[in-house]
């Protein structure tokens, strides 16, 4: 929520922003956040100061007020443009005000103006919002306080509208002025199991025997070097449930407000697919901008976003199905790509793509992913293969609507799933593609492995898909739902779906019960889930899922205040005015009257400086001249294409238009990077492992697969039974049964790659391959099960 991007201070005086302080109420799998920023002008003249601050995209802000020396001043929604004329004219006469919106260029960034601040003064202003929690493969349901503002990339020409135009102080995270505390109140009627953070917390403390109930805080000290991440284990989460909120009958129910809404969550057992009978086209979108070389987390131990995003790479390429074809672009200020149009996967292309993925650096410059997206969308779809589109990012992107808007354009020829790599990426972007091409979004954040995220989304990429997926209710006679998500909802298997709807007519006055039904076919066969819940709605003060249901709906409606169809921007500013959901054609705007203070010229500004995260560079990836460990991509609120570029590539040349540009000679490759040696592989013998494999599933007996068995490969050679299977046989079994014993904790990241190589075994080996594999478990001393073989 609100960061160290905090208000900005100037920089001849004391820091208006004093102290963050968080209240959380998180009720099942939904989060109720009040945020307070306290602020004290210890100058002798009145100022205008203004914040920049990150926020989840999905999060529904429906509430800012002000407490000014005492005296409580709640905003009012308006009309964007109406409140920037109101906040105008209430300064310039010498009025109190306070303005809060989203970000022109993105849903995730907002940005508060706080006008007149009169000498002396002390003001708390204090923001709600509410959002749902999203469901990790674990079971967790993750909450993010974001407090990590990456830079975003400004591209030449953009908005000048964005307060990410706003470059921001930065200082050391030791000489930060002000303090961040947090509170979190946790409820759910199935127990709570035990609560995480990556940020130290207080011991949880159960407020009642039957553990429904917990209390945790943020322990003293937090330093903003990264997002507050709370993750929250139920005993039972994967319960079907439905919520229904009581509504206001006084608006009438021609008003969202007006009547009961109801929430349900369904968690369908979708059954294990069979194989696919199409392959798919698959392309890798890597982000290789100067700030990949950035840790992933503030941790000494941390590894770099790039070495990170290629280990995962080099997995992704072991794990694709034969027969299917591939390619991938790197891009930042310009784009690469691996090949000139997509190849089929065998072992030349494959081993080729490994090699160069070694050699990947984040020297491209800036952030521009709207030029590689346009130009994969042009090349013709390969028939029989859909395409599947991964892209991973750290999200430091100013044109976000556009991208989403592109994605979306292209939205019936593919799917489109998302990595967010790192505190600060942006969510706006990050779900935002995703959600518009059905497919999913990940967040690789502190001690993520990005490898089993990539993994889990392949698997996804893989499953059919489901159809016909509808929602039906039983209800009483005389009431009726109507639905306010949106229609196309995409599933896959082990994921939450969330719907939203509004009753309609008389409630029954008595208990009484209805029955809502999801229905989708896959793979031939329909099934049906069924949840039945109370019809007697739950009062709430903050019209918890009423507020949700707006925001679900104004996602599916506002595209920015630039990108939005005029069709749409009447609907959108009427839901949100409605509702009081903020939206981009919305902003609160508080003015104090009180307060008649004759302004003499112009306010004083003043800006709050932000931490500097200080990242390893290891050479290359800023202009020699920087002393050790500088970034400007860190040490900068922004930086623009045109803007000093040269110190933020490490050696390539910016072009002023987009070229393609493939690379097939050595000459060229070189271009890839320097650094020869096989850092994606180095010192990860799982890692070193996998690399190995051929694109059939198999593995050589070679010097380097004895390395990583750590035996010698007179010893594995010696062993083989020769009349039994040939050498490669004998290597990839070894290699199955080293995995299962030593890497059993990252099965999930290898099991598609051992899929492959369990079915080229039976292919090669036939009725003999129980004899081979437990002459394999004997040589290498290990427990596993034959079994694993599927004998």
């Known amino acids: 929520m609100v960061t160290q991007c905090g208000l900005l201070t100037n920089k001849q005086g004391p820091v208006a922003l004093k102290s963050i302080s968080v209240s959380l109420s998180i009720n099942e799998f939904v989060a109720g956040v009040s945020a307070t920023l306290n602020y004290e002008n210890e100058q002798k003249v009145p100022l205008e100061v203004f914040f920049i601050f990150p926020m989840d995209e999905d999060s529904a802000v429906y509430s800012f007020e002000a407490l000014v020396d005492g005296k409580k001043i709640v905003a009012e929604l308006q009309d964007r443009m109406k409140a920037h004329e109101n906040y105008e004219n209430a300064i310039s006469q010498g009025h109190q005000a306070f303005l809060l919106e989203e970000d022109v260029s993105s849903r995730d960034v907002f940005s508060c103006n706080v006008g007149n601040l009169q000498p002396g003064s002390k003001a708390a202003l204090t923001l709600k919002y509410v959002q749902?929690?999203?469901?990790?493969?674990?079971?967790?349901?993750?909450?993010?306080?974001?407090?990590?503002?990456?830079?975003?990339?400004?591209?030449?020409?953009?908005?000048?509208?964005?307060?990410?135009?706003?470059?921001?102080?930065?200082?050391?995270?030791?000489?930060?002025?002000?303090?961040?505390?947090?509170?979190?109140?946790?409820?759910?009627?199935?127990?709570?199991?035990?609560?995480?953070?990556?940020c130290p917390l207080s011991p949880t403390e159960y407020l009642g025997d039957d553990k429904t109930s917990a209390q945790v805080s943020l322990a003293d000290g937090h330093k903003y070097d990264r997002d507050v991440e709370l993750l929250i284990y139920y005993n039972e989460v994967h319960t079907p449930n439905v919520t229904v909120e009581m509504g206001m009958p006084d608006m009438g129910p021609d008003f969202l407000l007006g009547e009961p809404s109801a929430m349900v969550s369904f968690y369908p057992n979708i059954p294990e697919a069979e194989p696919p009978s199409t392959c798919g086209e698959f392309i890798f979108l890597m982000d290789r901008s100067g700030s990949m070389e950035t840790p992933m987390s503030s941790q000494s131990t941390s590894q770099q976003r790039i070495e990170a995003a290629k280990e995962t790479?080099?997995?992704?390429?072991?794990?694709?199905?034969?027969?299917?074809?591939?390619?991938?672009?790197?891009?930042?200020?310009t784009y690469e790509a691996f090949f000139e149009q997509s190849v089929k996967y065998t072992q030349q292309t494959m081993t080729e793509a490994v090699e160069r993925v070694k050699l990947m650096r984040a020297n491209l410059g800036g952030t521009e992913i709207l030029a590689p997206l346009q130009n994969i969308?042009?090349?013709?779809?390969?028939?029989?293969?859909?395409?599947?589109?991964?892209?991973?990012?750290?999200?430091?992107?100013?044109?976000?609507?556009?991208?989403?808007?592109?994605?979306?354009?292209?939205?019936?020829?593919?799917?489109?799933?998302?990595?967010?790599?790192?505190?600060?990426?942006?969510?706006?972007?990050?779900?935002?593609i995703a959600q518009a091409s059905r497919g999913t979004s990940e967040f690789i954040t502190g001690k993520d492995r990005m490898q089993a995220k990539a993994l889990r989304t392949l698997k996804h990429s893989l499953q059919p898909a489901v159809d016909d997926v509808s929602v039906s209710w039983v209800l009483p006679p005389g009431l009726s739902a109507k639905m306010l998500s949106p229609e196309g909802t995409v599933i896959f298997k082990g994921q939450r779906l969330i719907v939203y709807a509004q009753l309609s007519g008389v409630m029954p006055p008595t208990e009484t019960t209805g029955q809502v039904c999801l229905k989708y076919a896959f793979q031939g066969k329909h099934f049906e889930d069924k949840v039945t819940f109370s019809l007697q709605p739950k009062p709430d003060a903050n019209f918890t899922i009423h507020r949700l249901a707006a925001k679900s709906f104004i996602q599916t409606k506002d595209m920015g205040f630039t990108e939005t169809p005029a069709s749409n921007r009447k609907e959108v500013l009427n839901i949100s005015l409605e509702t009081g959901v903020i939206s981009s054609f919305t902003a609160f705007i508080a003015i104090n009257k009180e307060l008649n203070e004759p302004v003499q010229g112009p306010l004083s500004q003043m800006e709050v400086p932000r931490p500097?995260?200080?990242?390893?560079?290891?050479?290359?990836?800023?202009?020699?001249?920087?002393?050790?460990?500088?970034?400007?991509?860190?040490?900068?609120?922004?930086?623009?294409?045109?803007?000093?570029?040269?110190?933020?590539?490490?050696?390539?040349?910016?072009?002023?238009?987009?070229?393609?540009?493939?690379?097939?000679?050595?000459?060229?490759?070189?271009?890839?990077?320097?650094?020869?040696?096989?850092?994606?592989?180095?010192?990860?013998?799982?890692?070193?492992?996998?690399?190995?494999?051929?694109?059939?599933?198999?593995?050589?007996?070679?010097?380097?697969?004895?390395?990583?068995?750590?035996?010698?490969?007179?010893?594995?050679?010696?062993?083989?039974?020769?009349?039994?299977?040939?050498?490669?046989?004998?290597?990839?079994?070894?290699?199955?049964?080293?995995?299962?014993?030593?890497?059993?904790?990252?099965?999930?990241?290898?099991?598609?790659?051992?899929r492959k190589a369990v079915t080229w075994i039976r292919h090669s080996t036939g009725p003999i391959m129980p004899t081979i594999v437990k002459a394999a478990i004997s040589f290498l001393k290990s427990p596993v099960d034959p079994a694993i073989f599927a004998i």
């Not at 102080?169 to 035990?194: C, F, N, R, W």
């Not at 800023?622 to 922004?638: D, I, K």
């Not at 890839?672 to 013998?685: D, E, Q, S, V």
């Open 132 to 198: 749902e929690l999203s469901l990790e493969a674990d079971g967790a349901l993750r909450f993010v306080l974001p407090t990590v503002l990456n830079p975003r990339y400004q591209l030449s020409g953009s908005s000048q509208d964005s307060c990410l135009n706003k470059v921001t102080p930065v200082v050391p995270l030791e000489d930060l002025p002000y303090t961040l505390s947090m509170v979190a109140t946790i409820s759910s009627q199935h127990g709570i199991e035990k609560v995480q953070s990556n």
């Open 313 to 333: 790479l080099i997995l992704l390429l072991k794990s694709l199905p034969i027969g299917c074809y591939f390619n991938i672009y790197g891009f930042g200020s």
């Open 377 to 432: 969308y042009r090349v013709p779809s390969i028939p029989g293969h859909p395409l599947q589109l991964f892209v991973f990012t750290d999200g430091e992107v100013n044109d976000t609507f556009s991208v989403i808007k592109e994605v979306g354009i292209n939205k019936h020829k593919h799917r489109c799933f998302s990595f967010g790599i790192g505190e600060g990426a942006s969510t706006s972007l990050i779900k935002g």
């Open 612 to 754: 500097v995260l200080m990242p390893r560079l290891r050479g290359g990836g800023v202009g020699a001249a920087q002393p050790p460990g500088f970034n400007p991509l860190m040490m900068c609120a922004l930086f623009k294409a045109d803007y000093n570029l040269p110190q933020i590539q490490s050696s390539s040349p910016l072009h002023a238009k987009y070229k393609m540009k493939t690379t097939h000679s050595a000459t060229n490759r070189n271009n890839l990077g320097t650094h020869r040696t096989a850092k994606a592989t180095r010192g990860n013998p799982v890692i070193q492992l996998i690399s190995l494999q051929n694109a059939n599933g198999s593995w050589d007996p070679s010097e380097d697969l004895a390395k990583a068995l750590d035996m010698s490969l007179e010893d594995i050679m010696a062993a083989h039974p020769t009349e039994l299977v040939d050498p490669l046989g004998w290597a990839t079994i070894l290699a199955v049964i080293w995995l299962h014993t030593n890497a059993k904790d990252l099965k999930c990241e290898w099991n598609l790659l051992e």
